[in-house]
């Protein structure tokens, strides 16, 4: 079975440009999240589908990121325009049940630099 | 503020000694707790976690123990082995209803075992 996976693995753009990452979560998880990591920080989440519903968006930092996930399978997340402080790396990770805690896998993760 | 600390940035070990990887919360609502691994270039893995209602889970070469009146918890690795050099994330599991959840993690320690 596929594990997480995410694309482009790299991205380096320069300050105000857009930046799409894409996130294909495990077939038949239902749950979504996102998460980023700036350099030697804690990986902080920054939202949650359910299906194709955001659930929970509260930690996304501003109104520069918007994400979707288009009919409940891969998700996207989109930085317009990026910022300085928006480099790192953004993780995505999927489950099968919601509500109570239940594992989440990862993907490799999207390291984003920008410039 | 940081809900979940991990205050050792980094931790060196010889081959075959014990590594205990400490994470202290702040949260006493949390009622699970995990412990992720991390290689370089991946996302984090699944290592073990341990609920609110136990002091201890053990799992192969691996300890997780919980003390909820000091809000802090423990990782074990007896014996330690090369390949255990990774960083290792403490997390919480932050539930607060419905569908809605999200884990909380430290910054994270790394851990390096010299043969």
């Known amino acids: 079975e596929a594990g997480v996976t995410q694309f482009p693995s790299h991205s380096v753009i320069e300050k105000g440009q857009t930046v799409t990452l894409r996130c294909d979560p495990i077939?038949?998880?239902?749950?979504l999240y996102w998460y980023r990591r700036v350099m030697g920080k804690e990986i902080k989440f920054l939202l949650h589908f359910v299906k194709e519903s955001k659930q929970d968006e509260s930690g996304m930092p501003n109104n520069r990121f918007l994400a979707e996930r288009t009919g409940g399978t891969y998700s996207t997340l989109k930085v317009q325009p990026a910022e300085l402080e928006d480099s790192g790396v953004y993780f995505c990770?999927?489950?099968?049940?919601?509500?109570?805690?239940?594992?989440?896998?990862f993907g490799p993760g999207t390291r984003l630099t920008v410039l | 503020d940081q809900q979940v600390k991990q205050n050792s940035p980094s931790l060196s070990v010889q081959e075959g000694r014990i590594s205990i990887l400490n994470c202290d919360y702040t949260?006493?609502?949390?009622?699970?707790f995990l412990w992720y691994k991390k290689y370089p270039a991946e996302g984090p893995t699944f290592l073990i976690s341990i609920s609110s209602i136990k002091d201890k889970n053990e799992d192969g070469r691996f300890t997780v123990f919980l003390n909820k009146s000091a809000k802090h918890l423990s990782l074990h690795i007896v014996p330690s082995q090369p390949g255990d050099s990774a960083v290792y994330f403490c997390a919480a599991w932050n539930y607060y209803g419905g569908s809605q959840g999200n884990l909380i993690f430290g910054k994270g320690t790394k851990l390096s075992v010299k043969p």
């Open positions: 077939s038949g998880h239902d749950n």
């Open positions: 990770a999927s489950s099968q049940v919601t509500g109570t805690y239940n594992e989440q896998f």
């Open positions: 949260n006493s609502m949390f009622d699970y």
